[in-house]
């Protein structure tokens, strides 16, 4: 039996009797007969049930968007100057919201390789039809059957350009095939013809793949295998360095620190937790300090937690993110949820809360203070910046006063009205 080199030993995570595995399983294979090695390999996949496979791999693996996965693809390609093995895997969703990509990767023909996992449906969120979805295929939102044409994705990307493009059942030992594939100067295309175990297979009982293939009219074989030059990047001699020495400035103000200062502020949506933040840190760049700033918010953005995680230091930070913070701002339900787990693991340091929200800590110092009352939910977290720089003192606060006499913000509320009450 073959030894794994690429995926991780240990069960895929995949439904039972889903062909996702079955790709895997062959692409391990192929890529060992080929003689890569794990770090030969680029793994770009997205959003979907496909995608859940990035920590089985050995490989280099990018995860993206939603029908992004060719693009970034595409991307890395360029840029690596075809000196690694670029392997895009999507499904039939991503190569619909995909679908320029997949055109515009084929088309200019960029050195990778695009899996497309065809199980004819969206799996991973309820088993929707996708535009891959043949007529008469049923799905549980869909149970009477699809009615519109689908998509014929390999004329599609023949048309394009592609250099191999080959559409196949995934059943059983396909390595070679994929060996083929991967093998290829250019773009090289597989789609791979599944049926969804959990939603597929429940929706249409008694139906058989090569039947189901077969009656949608989907070709299996191989549409083009043509050799065609692969993209290629011109080369530029002239490499700057990214850091001008001339953009350098002087600092306008001091700072007090001779060892880094860790700050995080956890708020909600919409109530300006970011840009509290950015200034803040702008201010320590303006007082000659080094500073990372890093943001986290769900993607929702208009509701739920808003969080940003501050570093202030006399030398050079390389990183971004607190996991030991000096000073915790805690302004909302949201944010004290969502700080949870760091608020739990703090040994030292100080946690500045509103004093709306009830909280206690057995190691650490809490401050309870009435930010929203004295300034309401939207400048609660502008007036925590300016209450933590004037208490801990990293730097003169006449420099955070000047970045905000500087934003547009400070035309509607004045910066006395945050000073009054420090």
């Known amino acids: 039996m073959m030894e794994n080199k690429f995926l991780i030993a240990e069960q ?33 996949t997205d959003i979907g049930c496909h995608g859940i496979v990035d920590k089985n791999l050995y490989t280099h693996t990018v995860h993206g968007l939603h029908g992004r996965s060719v693009a970034l693809g595409s991307g890395i390609s360029a840029a690596l100057g075809n000196k690694k093995k670029v392997i895009v895997m999507l499904g039939d969703g991503g190569a619909t919201i995909g679908m320029q990509h997949l055109i515009d990767a084929a088309h200019r023909n960029f050195d990778m390789t695009a899996i497309v996992h065809n199980n004819m449906l969206y799996g991973m969120t309820g088993g929707q039809p996708s535009e891959f979805t043949p007529p008469g295929f049923k799905t549980p939102t869909n149970p009477e059957g699809s009615v519109k044409p689908h998509y014929k994705l390999c004329s599609l990307i023949v048309e394009a350009g592609a250099s191999f493009v080959s559409r196949i059942n995934g059943i059983g030992d396909f390595s070679d095939h994929l060996a083929t594939a991967i093998s290829k100067k250019g ?22 793949l090569t ?9 299996i074989k191989v549409f083009t295998d043509t050799e065609k030059k692969s993209f290629n990047l011109p080369k530029n001699t002239e490499k700057q360095f990214l850091i001008n020495e001339n953009d350098r400035f002087d600092a306008e103000f001091s700072h007090f620190l001779n060892k880094s200062m860790r700050i995080m502020i956890y708020g909600s949506a919409g109530g300006g937790v970011q840009l509290a933040a950015e200034l803040l840190a702008t201010a320590a ?7 990372s700033k890093k943001g986290s918010y769900p993607v929702t953005v208009g509701i739920g937690f808003s969080a940003a995680e501050i570093i202030l ?28 787990d760091v608020i739990a693991s703090m040994d030292h340091g100080t946690i500045w ?70």
């Open 12 to 44: 895929l995570p995949f439904c039972k009797g889903c062909g996702h595995s079955t790709i895997n399983e062959n692409l391990e294979k192929a890529l060992q007969k080929l003689g890569y090695s794990p770090l030969d390999v680029v793994v770009v």
């Open 187 to 208: 773009f090289s295309l597989v789609e791979v013809m599944e049926i969804c175990p959990s939603y597929g297979v429940k929706a249409n009982p008694g139906m058989k």
């Open 211 to 219: 039947k189901l293939v077969q009656e949608a009219d989907l070709d």
């Open 285 to 291: 760049v303006k007082s000659g300090l080094q500073v």
């Open 313 to 340: 230091s006399p030398d050079e930070i390389n990183f971004t993110g607190s996991p030991e913070p000096d000073h915790i701002i805690v302004l909302t339900e949201d944010g004290k949820e969502y700080a949870r």
């Open 353 to 422: 809360v509103d004093t709306s929200i009830n909280f206690s800590h057995n190691k650490v110092e809490v401050r309870p203070y009435n930010f929203t009352e004295r300034m309401g939910m939207k400048s609660a977290a502008l007036y925590s910046m300016f209450y933590l720089a004037d208490q801990t003192r990293p730097f003169l606060i006449d420099a955070l006063i000047s970045v905000y006499n500087e934003n547009k913000l400070s035309q509607k509320i004045e910066v006395s009205k945050f000073l009054q009450f420090i």
